[in-house]
């Protein structure tokens, strides 16, 4: 039997752009479930982009993290040692469990059973901390909530190729929507036009004037900017922005890295007033009473095949650090997990 058990801290505060060894493993003891706990072994787990927001030091829309502490994350895992009356041995679930090869749990907090009638359909377990999870529901509801798309419309989507990104670009053509991309490097283009299904893709790393590029792919204007990206990007599509159009700020990933006295600042706020511009950004954990609906809708697309998910694996719970630092070079493809055991038979 297991008895000992390892995961990831914070080791030093991080300042500018996250490093390796701005990471520690520890190495403790396994306690035992206990009355009115379960202890679950981590199958996949997630590194997120907006993490990095509680890593220096300061509190933003959730609280710093303290030096010592366990990193935040996503995890795929299954129940190995249970004393709590919902949670039974062999259960597979989708939790908040973080870089650790256990997850220890109370049983509140963000924990679901994945349904096993998905898994049979072909759902993927990792789509449950993907599309699936946080980063699906982000772009539902920033949608379907914040920007109450609708049919006919313009939908711009930046840093496209991620999970959030491709995730509402497909919902936005589902609702019947002209879908337009921005992203980095030909084959995330590529994946988007032919697969993800996007009208049109911009690969802004071979664009000398990307909001010329920007311009040209949405002649007619934008009706609502899905921004992933930071002040600057929703800078330079407001002048773009059509009457009554909706601005939804979901990630700021560009901005993450920086102090914020170095952030950017927006300038082109007069269509505010001038084309009634609506922005506004999103906490996705508002909607949390409504995720089931959106998850068996989301679920029984990506069974049937008309919605497209990329998930990459790192191999270990050692993967995780430098998986998180390459998002912030662009160097992921989807949702990024790391794989510390193998799926349940």
Known sequence: MTTKTRQWVL?????????????????????????????????????????????????????AMKLGEGIDGFAVAQVTDSGHPNFSVGDVIAAGGGWREHVISDGRGFIQKIPAEWTAKGVPLGAWIGVLGVPGMTAWFGLHRVAQAKEGETLLVTSAAGPVGATAGQIGKKLGMRVVGVAGGPRKCAWLCNEAGFDAVIDYKAEADLTAAIAAACPKGVDVLFDNVGNESIDRVLPMMRMRGRVVVSGQVADYNLEPADRPGLKNTSVFITHRVRLEGLVVFDDIRQFPEAQSQLAAWIADGSLKIAIEET???????????????????????????????
Request: proline residues 10%.
């Open 11 to 63: 080791a030093r505060h991080v300042e500018g752009a996250p490093a390796p060894e701005d990471f520690r493993l520890e190495t403790a003891d396994l306690p035992p479930a206990g009355e009115g706990r379960f202890v679950a072994r981590t199958i996949l787990a997630s590194v997120d982009p907006g993490m990095r927001s509680r890593l220096s030091g300061g509190d933003s829309y959730a609280g």
């Open 315 to 345: 191999a270990g719970l050692e993967s995780l650090p430098e998986a998180f630092c390459g998002l912030f070079r662009g160097e992921n493809f989807g949702r990024r997990l790391a794989r510390l055991s193998p799926d349940p038979q």
